[in-house]
């Protein structure tokens, strides 16, 4: 196997789980923290401050770019799904990172492949709903990452904050030695929170899009100021659709610290709480979340 090699974009390659351990060994030797910060691609400046964190974090900061079959449903965008390796390369080497982690499926998933993990409650309600199998492909994945890379920190938006508190609960339960850090979402000038999938919105839907965040953010606002649950997600439930989405996938008010569903007299006040949201805008699923409070 090829050892890490140096892309055009500066930034060094590792193809292989063995490439990818020999660098980071030789780190760990010589007494250096290590961040790592696992992603599907198509990088935006949402994943480049999960690197920026990493930087801030540990001494060499490692991003995995891989389109992680077993989290996609058959119905689902795996083939369509953006692949910009060169770009994101020359992002990554840009914010500094120090080696891209771009492994093939097979290396991922060789023939004789059969374990799986699942996070038994935190995976279900909110997108395990209508992602039943994403939750198991994501815990799937990032366990094998973990063991693969063994950093001291591993990094992961709020964005999905569900898929934050299972990566997190999945470690704790496994023993994996590793500490699991969530960053702030990052969004466009005009608020919509950034992803990979946004670049699937016509120019009509990206402005339809733009709205999603004020509707969750008026949410939280009510709901600080004591106002009842079921009033306040009804209005906001009626505000999506006159905005022009196409359906609402879910909107509630949940526990940020174990997603308990609130509701629906008024918040406690006590219970850290975010409101969580996933629509459909044509065939695109936009997910976003805000915190009360
Ligand atoms: P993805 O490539 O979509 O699987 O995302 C890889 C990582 O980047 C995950 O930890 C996401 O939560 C995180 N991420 C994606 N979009 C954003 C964003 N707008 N702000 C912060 N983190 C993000």
């Known amino acids: 196997m090829a050892p890490a090699q140096a892309s055009n974009s500066g930034v060094l390659v590792a193809r292989s789980i063995k490439a990818l351990r020999d660098a980071v060994d030789a780190w760990k030797a010589n007494g250096q923290r290590v961040a790592f910060v696992p992603t599907m691609g198509a990088l935006h400046r949402g994943h480049l401050s999960l690197v920026e964190y990493g930087n801030a974090a540990a001494d060499r900061t490692v991003a995995s770019i891989f389109v992680n079959p077993k989290q996609f449903a058959a ?21 500094g990172c120090d080696l891209a982690y771009v492994p093939e499926p097979a290396e991922m998933y060789p023939p004789g492949f ?15 709903t209508t992602r039943p199998h994403f939750f198991g492909g994501v815990a799937t994945v990032v366990c094998k990452l973990l063991n693969q890379c063994r950093p001291d920190v591993a990094i992961f938006g709020e964005k999905d904050y569900q898929q934050l508190l299972v990566i997190r609960r999945m470690a704790r339960d496994l023993d994996i030695d590793v500490e699991i850090a969530g960053a702030p979402i990052v969004r466009e000038e005009d608020g919509l929170a950034m992803s990979s999938r946004n670049a699937y919105l016509a120019k009509d839907e990206r402005a339809i899009a733009a709205k999603l965040n004020a509707v969750i953010s008026t949410a939280a606002k009510r709901l600080a100021a004591g106002e009842r649950v079921l009033s306040v997600l009804a209005d906001g439930k009626a505000a999506i659709a006159a905005a022009g989405f196409s359906s609402i996938d879910y909107l509630e008010a949940r526990s940020a610290l174990d997603l308990t569903l609130l509701g629906p007299g008024p918040l406690d006040g006590k219970t850290p709480a975010r409101v969580f949201v996933a629509v459909m805008i044509g065939r695109t699923r936009l997910i976003d979340n805000w915190p009360v409070g």
Not at 77 to 93: I, Q
């Open 114 to 128: 059969q374990t799986s993990v699942s996070v038994a409650e935190l995976s279900q309600g909110l997108c395990g």
């Open 75 to 95: 119905h689902e965008d795996l083939s369509s799904y953006p692949r910009t390796e060169a770009r994101d390369l020359e992002l990554l080497a840009t914010a």
